[in-house]
T-cell receptor, first 114, second 116 residues
Framework: EPEVTQTPSHQVTQMGQEVILRCVPISNHLYFYWYRQILGQKVEFLVSFYNNEISEKSEIFDDQFSVERPDGSNFTLKIRSTKLEDSAMYFC????????????FGEGSRLTVL | GENVEQHPSTLSVQEGDSAVIKCTYSDSASNYFPWYKQELGKGPQLIID?????GEKKDQRIAVTLNKTAKHFSLHITETQPEDSAVYFCAARGDAGGTSYGKLTFGQGTILTVHP
């Protein structure tokens, strides 16, 4: 069964460092998302991406965050200068039909900022 | 924006019993309500969903009901098994006037423990 894959599974970084989280969405999907889950809290929407541009973003997704689809298969989330409060599990998701379709989630990348 | 509240936060049942998890939502424009199961160290997995033109949907031991008037929906698991133990999340999605591409708003999650 097709699945969304994410790397790394766990990354530890120092505050102020840049981090890139990578995702390979399901191959025929056109809509891509990042969500995050701080330990013990809700899963929160960060950003959606369609047709090579951001279609929606939350207030969490400030100038420190960016997304990119560099090569037609990968979908990346970059955090330019990490803060302690960026420590969370980051989930990538993809959908074939966006509003009309199911979201399929990857297993997540755990980011720990020290 | 949409707000989804989920109860209870923890639920403990004996194997074979039923489990019910309830969610309320705030945005009457929401029209899609999925339920996700999250096992330890894994991402959320869709287990069942319902759209606002349907009041109930069933898939083997799992069912979801939707009351649009009251803006609440529930997950029902019958004949629970230890492997049903996980965190369950409800979510809601609307079309935000055509600007949303599938953004989900999640509830807080329910930790379900099924004791053998």
């Amino acid at each position: 069964e097709p699945e969304v894959t994410q790397t790394p599974s766990h990354q530890v970084t120092q505050m102020g460092q840049e981090v890139i989280l990578r995702c390979v969405p399901i191959s025929n999907h056109l809509y891509f998302y990042w969500y995050r889950q701080i330990l013990g809290q809700k899963v929160e929407f960060l950003v959606s991406f369609y047709n090579n541009e951001i279609s929606e973003k939350s207030e969490i997704f400030d100038d420190q965050f960016s997304v990119e689809r560099p090569d037609g298969s990968n979908f990346t989330l970059k955090i330019r200068s990490t803060k302690l409060e960026d420590s969370a599990m980051y989930f990538c998701a993809s959908s074939e039909k966006g509003l009309l379709g199911e979201l399929f989630f990857g297993e997540g990348s755990r980011l720990t900022v020290l | 924006g949409e707000n989804v509240e989920q109860h209870p936060s923890t639920l403990s049942v004996q194997e074979g019993d039923s489990a019910v998890i309830k969610c309320t939502y705030s945005d009457s424009a929401s029209n899609y309500f999925p339920w996700y199961k999250q096992e330890l160290g894994k991402g959320p997995q869709l287990i069942i969903d319902i759209r606002s033109n349907v009041g109930e949907k069933k898939d083997q031991r799992i069912a979801v009901t939707l009351n649009k008037t009251a803006k609440h929906f529930s997950l029902h698991i019958t004949e629970t098994q230890p492997e049903d133990s996980a965190v369950y999340f409800c979510a809601a999605r609307g079309d935000a006037g055509g600007t949303s591409y599938g953004k989900l708003t999640f509830g807080q999650g329910t930790i379900l423990t099924v004791h053998p």
